[in-house]
Each structure stands twice: as structure tokens, then as C-alpha cells.
């Protein structure tokens, strides 16, 4: 009888272990099938009508470049690579990269007819990914697919507008703008609500450092 007890309480907890591995599983996939990743944000200062300045930060954050668009909304285009199922599930991000910043308007004919600009965002790397996939054939078992994606949205000084990274493409989340630095009795108030100059990640530092080598030139 003792003997049967074992067994039976051995069953039970190989048995728990299995549904506990389960349910880990089926998190980390939920989690890794529904990720995002803050990539960008943008303000807009109007300059005129239908013309705007915006300003876009990307990467760590810290640095501010400045765009004077046409129209009355903003549209950023970037190239996206999707990874198979294996590679979502191993940890893999989606890879993207920002091409182009422009207004756009919201009639067709104001697009056709009106002052319109579009602006390079692009940063070339020394190895294209996408050629060097589609090089390894069918010992390509990770890459899926590399196509472009885009994001629009209203050009309004009230809003911030954060473009985020995600499985499938980028998007576009609206919140409302922090109110600029004040001065309360001989203090100064500054919201701060984003971090800047973080140590980039081990995988980052790595791919800047091979690009900086491949792509750098002798004299």
C-alpha cells in the first residue's frame, strides 16, 4: 500500500511539473506573440498653415532632430523583417528600420496639388540582412519575411505620439503632451518621463561595434 501512495504521489507532481511547463510555455509565448517596443516620438509645433515642425526622437532618446512637414498629418515608412515562428519563440525581436519621415493631407487633392517634402531617415548598415538571408535559401529556417511598414497620424501640438515596434509592424499610440517646465516660487518644475543615455543592450553594442569596422574606410 505504501509502495502504491509513492507511485501515486509521484504521478501527481510529474503530472503538476507538466501543466506548470505548460502554462510557462503558453505565457511566454502570449508574451513574446504580443510584444512592443517604444521606437520613436514625435511633437509638432505649427509654423503656418497646414506646416508644422516636427520633432522626432528615436534609439536611446536623446538626441532631437527637427522637420518641417506639409499637411495636416505626419507618416513615417520603415522596413520591417518578420521572423518565423521558431524565432519569435527562441526570443528573437522583429528587426525594423526607419526610412522616411513626411506630411501628408487628408484630401487626395490637396496631396496632389499642395507643397509636400519627404526627409531620410535611413541609417545604412555595412550588412543588408534582408540580401543575406535570401542568400542562405533553404538553410534559412528563422527569417519569414521583409516588407515595408507604415504609420500615420494627425499633426496636433496638444498630443504626443509614440511609434511602437511589434510583431507584424509599426504603430502609432496618442497621448496627451506634458505641460512645459514651470516655475513655482523661485523653484523650477520639470516633468521628466523618459530615460536617456541608457547603456545600449549587449546584442546593440555588438551590432554597432561590427558596423562601425565593416563599414569604416582606410585613409
Known sequence: ???????????????????????????YTFHRLTFE???AELTFEPLGEQVY?????TGDRCTVRTF?????????????????????????DPLYRLERIEGRYRLVEEQNRRAKVSYALEDAGAVDLVRFTELLGPFNFLF????????YSTMD??????VYETNSGIITRVEKRAPPARQ??????????????????????LALWVNAKLSARPA
Open 1 to 27: 500500500m505504501g509502495r502504491f501512495f509513492r507511485y501515486t504521489w509521484f504521478t501527481v507532481l510529474v503530472l503538476l511539473f507538466a501543466l506548470a511547463v505548460l502554462f510557462s510555455s503558453w505565457y
Open 53 to 57: 515642425r516636427a520633432s522626432l526622437t
Open 184 to 205: 513655482e516660487a523661485s523653484v523650477l518644475s520639470i516633468e521628466i518621463d523618459k530615460g536617456c543615455g541608457a547603456r545600449p543592450s549587449f546584442w546593440r553594442a
Open 68 to 92: 518641417d512637414l506639409y499637411g495636416d498629418q505626419w507618416r513615417i515608412d520603415s522596413q520591417f523583417v518578420k521572423w518565423k515562428p521558431l524565432g519569435t519563440l527562441i526570443g528573437l
Open 37 to 39: 517596443s517604444l521606437i
Open 144 to 151: 519569414d519575411a521583409s516588407y515595408g511598414s507604415s504609420t
Open 157 to 162: 501640438p496638444e498630443y504626443v505620439y509614440k
